[in-house]
């Protein structure tokens, strides 16, 4: 591996630890604002990536996924996929438990859409402000920063829109959940055994491609803007 794409993982990773951090840690915030403090009394109200991490979902298969999909060839299709310790929530201690579980379920959707237009604004200023430009007195940070901007801007939006998928054991499929008629909730429960397998059927149906294309699209037009 090359010096460069070194330091492209490790901005990638840098970046992916805080999007994973920011969203359980809303998450365990959000539960704590309707009554439920399980996710505090755990130390989860914090942006500490140590408390998130899943050795498997947040270092070992991200990695080798950035990898792979820097390797080309059938490897390369291989999505950037990663996911953090999940937040424990009681939500029988939730009040309006309704309101709460769509609530907790869209926070940490919220909390990685706030970073990513905190990042998109930062490009823009940094953009038309030319602090970056040659000769400019941080043109020599130019691209790693830029690089970061623009990897917060896309994980942050990829894990915003892929948590919005209505399938379990996503914060999509919690929202539905609610919305439901009672009479259809049991079978997106018994649904909830089988999360896992659904995942990866919808991650190896190219179904990912479909849903990122015209968001790829759409944050490409606004950094050219």
Do not use: C
């Amino acid at each position: 591996m090359t010096s460069g794409l070194v330091a492209q993982l490790i901005i990638y990773m840098v970046v992916l630890l805080l999007a994973i951090s920011a969203h359980e840690a809303a998450h365990a915030w959000m539960s704590y604002k309707f009554g439920d403090d399980t996710a505090r009394l755990l130390g989860r109200i914090t942006l500490n990536p140590i408390a998130h991490i899943d050795p498997i979902g947040t270092l070992l298969i991200p990695i080798a996924s950035f990898i792979f999909a820097n390797m080309g060839g059938v490897v390369a299709m291989i999505p950037l996929i990663g996911w953090g310790k999940p937040t424990p929530v009681n939500p029988l201690r939730w009040r309006r438990k309704d309101l709460a579980n769509v609530m907790v379920s869209i926070a940490g959707i919220l909390a990685n859409l706030t970073i990513a237009t905190i990042a998109l604004i930062l490009f823009k200023i940094a953009q038309y402000s030319h602090v970056f430009g040659e000769g400019a007195a941080l043109s020599s940070v130019a691209e790693p920063v830029e690089l970061f901007l623009i990897r917060a801007l896309t994980i942050n939006v990829s894990l915003a829109v892929f948590n919005l998928l209505p399938f379990p054991p996503l914060d999509g499929s919690k929202v539905l959940w609610t919305i439901l008629p009672d009479s259809m909730k049991p079978a997106l429960e018994a649904l909830e055994r089988f999360g896992f397998i659904i995942l990866l059927l919808v991650v190896s149906s190219g179904f990912l491609q479909i849903v990122f294309r015209p968001v790829m699209r759409v944050i490409v037009y606004l950094l050219e803007l």
